[in-house]
């Protein structure tokens, strides 16, 4: 049998896999360049991310979340487990509406945690489980679609334990998979509440808003892209496991 074939480098990949990975290089070349773009406009009120970031948190009644300052561009995330919202360089002192709108989003998730929104706390539960998944998953599926392919003919004791490898692994990445599709509405709902919060507060101007709107909307994109690459990996290597059982 042909290798690539074999482990399903052929029309599923190229159907499956590759439209999605593209569609993940396209979304994140748009969030550099809208990010960019109103990285360049100030926020009228002259508001940081960090202070944008505190007057949303006390306008919901959050005062158990620290403000940090972390290296890095766009690494910006709320972490849960130890209450802090990180801001990234390009985010934490920058004025622009840009910054205001990813910190905004970042404490559109502690509003989340705060309010028990309940798909953060099953993508949280999943993420231990997800982790190795994403990881191992996929090589073990692999290793099991080879090695019963290998040995199919000859010894079907090897290529039962390669069944039970390859199906190790398939489970292992449907936890991955759920994480990613878990992820969606987290993502947009944490975008949707702060563009209201924004709003509400009266942190940025509709004007302003219609910037943010697009950059968020971009950042989401990737979040779909990530899915779908997910969700099409997946689905490869269930058919290519089923093709070889043939």
């Known amino acids: 049998m042909n290798f ?3 482990i399903g480098l052929d029309w599923y990949y190229l159907v499956l896999v590759v439209p999605a990975m593209i569609l993940s290089i396209v979304a994140s070349y748009m969030v550099k360049s809208r990010f960019a773009t109103y990285d360049k406009i100030k926020s009228k009120k002259n508001i940081s991310g960090a202070m944008a970031a505190k007057i949303l948190m006390q306008a919901n009644g959050i005062d158990d979340v620290q403000i940090t300052h972390i290296s890095g561009s766009l690494t910006d995330n709320y972490n849960s487990t130890d209450k802090t919202l990180n801001l990234s360089d390009s985010t934490y002192a920058s004025t622009s509406i840009a910054a205001v709108g990813v910190a905004a989003h970042e404490t559109g998730h502690a509003i989340q945690d705060k309010t028990k929104y309940a798909p953060l706390g099953l993508r949280h539960s999943l993420y231990p489980v997800a982790n190795i998944g994403s990881r191992f ?19 079907t004791s090897f290529a039962a334990i390669a069944s039970i490898i390859t199906k190790v692994g398939i489970i292992l990445y449907i936890a991955a998979v759920l994480f990613y599709v878990v992820t969606l509405p987290v993502e947009f709902n944490a975008s949707s509440r702060a563009l209201k919060i924004l709003k509400e507060t009266g942190t940025l101007d509709s004007e302003e808003l219609s910037g943010v709107k697009k950059v968020l909307w971009a950042a989401a994109m990737t979040y779909v892209a990530s ?3 997910a969700i099409g990996s997946l689905i490869r290597l269930i058919l290519v496991s089923n093709r070889n059982k043939r």
Do not use: D
């Open 4 to 6: 690539l074939r074999m």
């Open 137 to 155: 998953g996929p090589t073990l599926a692999i290793l099991g679609i080879l090695f019963g392919a290998s040995a199919s003919v000859n010894n």
């Open 227 to 229: 899915a779908l690459t």
